[in-house]
């Protein structure tokens, strides 16, 4: 009766080797059944997964190239001649790839949530695995404590070809081996994917942070299909009536610039260096993403001459309609207006408290109310071309805090101050 005990322990054990060491098989075959139909299920399931994800990629490659095009169709007609048929071809070119990049964004969020998807079913399926493992690993180890108690010193003595037949220490130590390589192996690619599953969940909350930031794009959109009404109802589709509104507005802004630069003048003799910051690089990060197009200081040294000003009291980084403007330090929001077609057009300004105010404008569209408290690297608003401009750009401006004021005037609130030039502290 041991010698059968004894037989069955150890043909118990090896099956079980033989379970552990061939994925899904041995003697639990209601458990091995139940495992692979949820395995298949699985599987069939991140295979769609798969497929989709496939296909928002080769649509998002179609709409950048789409959103390409507008892009040179943009630049090709603002550096031709400033007609109306170009004014309205670039205004309608603006739209359509603010609409595109809308489109860009759903399709990527669209991906990003198929990819979480599926990288949950494979975490799911992972989990199963080291459920599975661990429960046969109970039942192996149940079995092998009710035959703990077997005499085996006195069946070795009945019989001595049982030590060569079934070595028990060495089915053990294997059994043991393979249970904690599988169960570390499985650890490990569970971390693993939960590490993804993160990773993607904070891509999912960037491009929901993008999708925010396009809804602010579609806003910009309704402001630009605006402008373009009212320059046609103006202007009648007629180019003389255009070139005639150029002039009355070039007229204007002369004044009002000029007017800026007598008061900015002496304000600049009124800053005190020991209230502000000393030059810094990196004290500022950079507003946004774009190219310098015109320095800060005298329009002959600068390169940009120009009938309305000879003196800049900032830089200019251009770039697409619609561009992040970021907070290049945290502050709180000082001021805020809109000069309609002249002047700075929409703009804010952001006192840092530590000496310096910063002024972004030309915006699209601002997000930002004065008294909010802002953070580095917060998006404050959107590039644009409000104001006397003659294309996309933000116009950075840094001020002496102690000099900044604003006044109101006919086209609106007017910020001014002591300006700084802004590369001192990027």
């Given at each position: 009766m041991r010698?059968k005990?004894f037989?069955l322990y150890?043909?118990?054990?090896?099956l079980?080797?033989?379970?552990?060491?061939i994925p899904?098989?041995?003697?639990?075959?209601?458990?091995?059944?139940?495992?692979?139909?949820?395995f298949e299920?699985?599987?069939?399931?991140?295979?769609?997964?798969?497929?989709?994800?496939e296909?928002?990629?080769t649509?998002i490659?179609?709409?950048e190239?789409?959103?390409?095009?507008?892009?040179?169709?943009?630049?090709e007609?603002?550096?031709?001649?400033?007609?109306?048929?170009?004014?309205?071809?670039v205004?309608?070119s603006?739209?359509?790839?603010?609409?595109?990049e809308?489109?860009?964004?759903?399709?990527?969020?669209?991906?990003?949530?198929?990819?979480?998807?599926?990288?949950?079913?494979?975490?799911k399926?992972?989990?199963?695995?080291?459920?599975?493992l661990?429960?046969?690993?109970g039942?192996?180890?149940r079995?092998?404590?009710?035959?703990?108690?077997?005499d085996?010193?006195?069946?070795?003595l009945?019989?001595?070809?049982?030590?060569?037949?079934f070595?028990i220490?060495?089915?053990?130590?294997?059994l043991?081996?393979?249970?904690?390589?599988?169960v570390?192996a499985?650890?490990?690619?569970?971390?693993k994917?939960?590490?993804?599953?993160?990773?993607?969940?904070?891509?999912?909350?960037?491009?929901?942070?993008?999708?925010?930031?396009?809804y602010?794009k579609?806003?910009?959109?309704?402001?630009?299909?605006?402008k373009k009404?009212?320059?046609?109802n103006?202007?009648?589709?007629?180019?003389r009536?255009f070139?005639n509104l150029?002039k009355?507005?070039?007229?204007k802004?002369?004044e009002?610039?000029k007017?800026?630069?007598?008061?900015?003048s002496?304000?600049r003799h009124l800053?005190d260096p020991s209230?502000?910051?000393?030059?810094?690089k990196?004290?500022?990060s950079?507003p946004c993403?774009?190219?310098i197009?015109?320095?800060?200081?005298?329009?002959s040294?600068?390169?940009?001459i120009n009938?309305?000003y000879?003196?800049h009291?900032?830089?200019?980084?251009?770039?697409?309609?619609?561009?992040p403007?970021?907070?290049?330090l945290?502050?709180?929001?000082?001021?805020?207006g809109?000069?309609?077609?002249?002047?700075?057009?929409?703009w804010l300004?952001?006192d840092?408290q530590?000496?310096l105010?910063?002024l972004?404008?030309h915006l699209?569209?601002?997000?930002?109310?004065?008294?909010?408290?802002v953070k580095?690297?917060q998006?404050?608003?959107?590039?644009?071309?409000?104001?006397?401009s003659?294309?996309?750009?933000l116009?950075f401006?840094?001020?002496?805090?102690?000099?900044?004021?604003?006044k109101?005037?006919?086209?609106?609130?007017?910020?001014l101050g002591?300006s700084?030039?802004?590369m001192?502290?990027?």
């Open positions: 010698i005990h037989l150890h043909i118990i054990i090896l079980s080797i033989v379970s552990l060491l899904r098989t041995g003697f639990l075959t209601e458990e091995k059944f139940n495992f692979n139909g949820e299920k699985y599987s069939r399931e991140i295979d769609k997964l798969k497929e989709k994800i296909a928002k990629e649509k490659k179609e709409l190239e789409r959103a390409a095009s507008y892009k040179e169709t943009i630049e007609k603002r550096g031709e001649a400033n007609t109306l048929v170009n004014e309205v071809l205004l309608d603006q739209r359509r790839k603010l609409d595109t809308i489109e860009i964004t759903q399709t990527k969020i669209g991906e990003t949530e198929a990819s979480i998807e599926k990288l949950t079913l494979e975490l399926t992972k989990e199963s695995e080291i459920k599975m661990k429960k046969r690993t039942i192996i180890l079995t092998i404590r009710e035959y703990d108690e077997i085996l010193a006195e069946i070795l009945r019989g001595d070809n049982f030590s060569k037949i070595n220490a060495e089915a053990v130590k294997i043991q081996e393979e249970i904690q390589e599988k570390e499985l650890k490990i690619v569970k971390l994917l939960e590490s993804e599953r993160l990773e993607l969940n904070f891509q999912k909350e960037e491009l929901e942070n993008l999708e925010e930031e396009l602010y579609k806003v910009i959109v309704e402001g630009e299909k605006k009404k009212d320059l046609l103006v202007t009648k589709g007629q180019e009536k070139q150029l009355d507005v070039e007229a802004q002369k009002i610039q007017e800026i630069a007598e008061i900015e002496r304000l800053i209230k502000i910051p000393p030059p810094q990196g004290l500022f950079w993403e774009g190219v197009t015109q320095g800060y200081g005298l329009t040294k600068t390169g940009f009938p309305v000879d003196f009291n900032g830089i200019d980084i251009a770039s697409s309609i619609g561009t403007i970021k907070a290049p945290g502050g709180k929001v000082a001021a805020s809109t000069n309609g077609h002249y002047a700075y057009g929409s300004a952001i840092h530590n000496g105010i910063t972004y404008a699209s569209a601002k997000k930002v109310k004065v008294e909010e408290e580095r690297g998006i404050i608003g959107y590039m644009g071309s409000t104001g006397f003659t294309g996309s750009h116009h401006t840094v001020y002496a805090a102690n000099t900044f004021e604003t109101d005037k006919w086209f609106g609130l007017l910020p002591g700084l030039n802004p001192n502290y990027l």
